[in-house]
């Protein structure tokens, strides 16, 4: 061996006796843990690297009473919620913990390994105020905490927290959101909080926090509502800026509402489009028209500009326009009622859903999805807005993970 050699192979092992250079044992250790003086087992394990301690928060948080985590995936980072409601985010592989607006610094980062997200036992100090602390000779983690028994004191937006991470629907970017709306509305399950924020009724209709452009432009199942809104610009295809206001819809739900009108005929049912396509200068015109006339209630039956679901060439109001023609007390509506959805097509705003439409019940207002969504959101008995806040949001990964392993 050459002279410098042996002169570097010397100086690394001095420097690793001196503790200078650390030398990679294998991976991290395994650590045990201790809660209130009994041991319990968790998957996956706690694990120590060096001086820090990483724990699985998702894991750990179901022996912690009255404390909850989860991951988002769409913005990765991990959020918590202590007892008392306050909610804390970090970014993975961060060292800040935001709360309240404010940053707080902590010592160490978080980690994520093998699809699982440890942070460290301060954080659990910072975000739970629970007792932690790593006892070297024992290779555990003791942690100390108040009772199950407290649980009973939380106040329901925090006490159902657990089952409410466990929804398929559930979003773990929302969670500020669940808790606030479900402290202001105490006799809602869960699963209607969930449901209603997905939607957005947590804000005013129309409101520009998160209002926005849906994503899937073009579809038979794009979502347009107070909430979503079509560029002034958009124009489906098939139809031209000169169309204005047409009266047919867009390819395949103008073919499949043509079948049913003619099966309709044959029973003595006649159908026909009063209103179909209507371009965003023709809905702004008309919604200006009611705001002059009625500006307290036009919002009620008239939607904004960018907002109609007729600029999506998929709705069509049929037979008639207005509730003073009653067109729900004609055979032609009880016929929609019972056949309508094998053609693709919804009642749209129906009786007792206004405050979730954001419209009164509009028995001419009929929209297209296809047969098998149309069938689908009518043995639900929900709304499309509702079909759209619990069956089309990313589903819950805990959810997905717990029904592979159930």
Not at 12 to 24: H, I, N, Y
Not at 288 to 304: C, H, I, L, M
Request: include cysteine.
């Amino acid at each position: 061996m050459k002279p410098i050699k042996i002169f570097i192979a010397i100086s690394l092992v001095f420097a690793v006796f001196c503790g200078l250079v650390s030398v990679d044992a294998g991976g991290p250790d395994e650590v045990g843990l201790q809660i209130n003086g009994e041991n319990k087992d968790i998957q996956p394990k706690i694990l120590k690297s060096g001086e820090t301690v990483y724990i699985p928060i998702i894991a750990l948080t179901k022996f912690l009473y009255g404390s909850y985590a989860d991951y988002s995936y769409a913005a990765k980072k991990i959020i918590a919620v202590n007892r008392y409601g306050s909610v804390f985010e970090n970014k993975i592989n961060t060292d800040v913990i935001s709360v309240n607006g404010g940053k707080l610094k902590t010592a160490d980062s978080s980690m994520q390994k093998s699809g699982d997200f440890y942070v460290t036992d301060e954080f659990l100090r910072i975000v739970f105020g629970i007792g932690c602390t790593y006892g070297e000779k024992t290779n555990t983690l003791y942690i100390w905490q108040t009772s199950e028994t407290d649980t009973k004191k939380l106040p329901p937006e925090i006490c159902d927290l657990g089952e409410a991470m466990l929804l398929r629907h559930y979003q773990p970017e929302y969670l500020e959101r669940y808790i606030k709306y479900k402290k202001n509305n105490p006799a809602l399950d869960y699963f209607d909080v969930v449901t209603y924020v997905n939607i957005g009724l947590d804000f005013p209709h129309y409101s520009g926090i998160i209002t926005k452009e849906p994503k899937n432009l073009g579809s038979a199942l794009v979502l347009c509502n107070k909430y979503s809104r079509l560029p002034a610009d958009y124009i489906p295809e098939g139809y031209k800026k000169t169309d204005g206001r047409v009266l047919s819809l867009v390819g395949e739900a103008q073919e499949q509402f043509e079948k049913m009108r003619a099966d309709a005929t044959k029973v003595g049912i006649s159908l026909y489009i009063v209103s179909g396509y209507r371009s965003y200068a023709v809905q702004e015109q008309i919604y200006n028209n009611y705001k002059k006339t009625d500006p307290n209630g036009a919002d009620t039956y008239s939607a904004r500009p960018g907002h109609s679901e007729h600029q999506t060439g998929l709705a069509a109001d049929i037979n008639a326009g207005s509730l003073s023609a009653h067109f729900e007390k004609t055979k032609e509506y009880a016929w929609l009622v019972e056949n309508a959805h094998k053609y693709g097509f919804i009642l749209r705003y129906p009786k007792g859903k206004e405050w979730i439409t954001g419209y009164t019940f509009e028995p001419w207002h009929w929209r297209y999805l296809g047969a098998k969504i149309a069938q689908r959101v009518r043995e639900l008995e929900i709304t499309y807005d509702e079909y759209c806040a619990i069956y089309r949001v990313p589903q819950n990964a805990r959810a997905l993970y717990l029904s592979y392993h159930s």
